[in-house]
C-alpha cells in the first residue's frame, strides 16, 4: 500500500474527535501530497508548468481550502459572505514588497469578486515564488488574523506554519500562468482524490527513471531551503544589530542620566551647604535680635524709670515753688512789720533803741531769710537744668 493511499484512508477514519483538530489534520496531508505529486510530476516537464497543469490546478485548490478553513462569515446585505481576499490583502501593509501584487490583482477587469482577486493573487505570487514569504509573514501576525479567523482555524495554529515550510519547495518550480484570461470567479474548487491514487509501480518506474532529476530537484529544494534560512538569519542579524544599536543608545542614555544623577548630587549637596549656611546665618541673625530685643527692653524700662523721676521731681519742684512763695510771703511780712516797727521808733525815743535791737535782729534774719531764698532758687535752678 502507497504512502498516499494510507493517507486518504486516514482522512477517511479519523481517530481525534475535535472537528478543527481532524479537518486541519486532512487538510494538512492534502497539501503534503499536492505539493509532493506537483513536485514530483512537474520533472517530466522541466519544472515549467502552465495553469491547465492539473497538478497545480489541484494544489490551489487545496491551498484555498487551507486558507478558507475557520475563516469567520461576514454578513452583508446580499448575504453571507466568506472571503479568503481579506487575509490576503492584509499581506500588502505587513510587506511592502507584495503590494504590485495587490495593485495588479485589484486593476484586474475581469475578476469581480474577493475570491476571484485570491486566486489570482496566489497565482502571481507563485509566479513571483514569493508565496511562502508572503504566507510567512501573514501567519507570523495572529493578533491580526483574529479579526478574520475563528479559534483554531489552520492558519492560527501550528498546522499553518508547517504549510509555510512545504511552501518553499514551491520555489524549485517555473510557473508561467496566464491570470487575465481566466474565469476566477465562478471556479467550483473541488479536490480530485482520483489524482493521488494512482498506481505506486507507475510511479516507482518514473522516478527511476528520472533518478537525476529528482536529485537535482532535491538540490534545488535543499538550496531553496537554504535561501530561505538565510534570508532569515540575515533578517536576525539586522534585528541583533538593530537591538545592538538600540543597546548602544540605551547605553549612551544611561551613562547621560548618570552623569546627570551626579551633577543633581553635587547641586544637592551644595544646596544642603548653603542651606546649612543660611540656617547658621539665621540663628546668629537671631541670637542678635534677641539681644537687641532684650536691650530695647532695658532701654524701654529706663525711659520708664526716667519718666516716673521727672514726675517725681517736676512734683518735688512744684512743692519747693510752693515753699519759695511762702517765705517770700512771710519775707514781704516781715518788711512789712520791720517798717512798722521803724516807724514805731521814730515816734518813741526811748523804744528806739530797743527797736533798733530788735530791727537788728530782724535784719538778721532777714538775712538768713534771703540766704535761705536764694540757696532754694539755686536748686530749683539746678533741677531744671538736670
Known amino acids: 500500500m502507497s504512502q498516499e493511499v494510507f493517507v486518504l484512508m486516514h482522512l477517511c477514519c479519523p481517530a481525534v474527535k475535535d472537528p478543527m483538530v481532524v479537518e486541519r489534520s486532512n487538510l494538512l496531508s492534502m497539501m503534503k501530497l499536492s505539493i509532493k505529486v506537483l513536485i514530483q510530476s512537474s520533472l517530466s516537464l522541466g519544472r515549467s508548468l502552465d495553469s491547465e497543469y492539473p497538478p497545480l490546478q489541484q ?28 487575509p490576503l490583502e492584509l499581506i500588502e501593509k505587513l510587506c511592502p514588497e507584495s503590494a504590485d501584487i495587490a495593485t495588479s490583482v485589484r486593476d484586474m477587469p475581469g475578476i469581480k469578486t474577493g475570491l476571484g482577486r485570491a486566486r489570482a493573487w496566489l497565482h502571481l505570487a507563485l509566479m513571483q515564488k514569493k508565496i511562502a514569504d508572503y504566507m510567512k509573514v501573514l501567519i507570523n501576525r495572529r493578533d491580526l488574523l483574529w479579526e478574520f479567523y475563528d479559534p483554531g482555524a489552520l492558519i492560527m495554529e501550528e498546522e499553518g506554519a508547517v504549510i509555510v515550510g512545504m511552501l518553499v519547495g514551491l520555489n524549485v518550480i517555473d510557473a508561467n500562468l496566464c491570470v487575465k484570461g481566466e474565469d476566477l470567479d465562478s471556479q467550483v474548487g473541488v479536490i480530485d482524490f482520483s489524482m493521488y491514487l494512482k498506481d505506486p509501480q507507475a510511479t516507482e518506474n518514473t522516478q527511476d527513471d528520472s533518478k537525476m532529476t529528482a536529485i537535482l530537484d532535491q538540490k534545488h529544494y535543499i538550496e531553496e531551503l537554504n535561501r530561505h534560512l ?35 548630587r553635587e547641586e544637592q549637596e551644595q544646596l544642603k551647604q548653603e542651606n546649612a549656611n543660611i540656617l547658621q546665618s539665621s540663628q546668629r541673625k537671631e541670637e542678635v535680635r534677641i539681644e537687641l530685643q532684650k536691650e530695647l527692653e532695658l532701654q524701654i524700662g529706663l525711659k520708664q524709670e526716667m519718666e516716673v523721676a521727672m514726675k517725681l521731681l517736676e512734683k518735688d519742684t512744684r512743692e519747693k515753688q510752693d515753699s519759695l512763695v ?33 530791727m537788728q535782729e530782724l535784719e538778721e534774719k532777714m538775712i538768713q531769710m534771703e540766704a535761705t531764698m536764694k540757696e532754694l532758687e539755686q536748686r530749683c535752678q539746678d533741677i531744671f537744668k538736670e
Not at 462569515?73 to 481579506?86: L, R, Y
Not at 520791720?338 to 525815743?349: I, R, T
Open 230 to 264: 538565510s534570508c532569515t538569519v540575515t533578517d536576525l542579524q539586522a534585528k541583533m544589530d538593530s537591538l545592538e544599536k538600540t543597546n548602544s543608545k540605551l547605553i549612551e542614555e544611561l551613562t547621560a542620566a548618570t552623569d546627570r544623577i551626579n551633577v543633581l
Open 59 to 86: 494544489f490551489f485548490v487545496v491551498l484555498e481550502h487551507c486558507i478558507k478553513h475557520g475563516l469567520k462569515v461576514k454578513k452583508t446585505f446580499i448575504g453571507q459572505n466568506k472571503s479568503i481576499w481579506a
Open 326 to 358: 511762702a517765705l517770700r510771703q512771710q519775707l514781704d511780712h516781715v518788711k512789712n512789720l520791720n517798717l512798722q516797727m521803724f516807724n514805731k521808733a521814730q515816734e518813741s525815743g526811748r523804744v528806739a533803741q530797743k527797736k533798733v535791737e530788735d
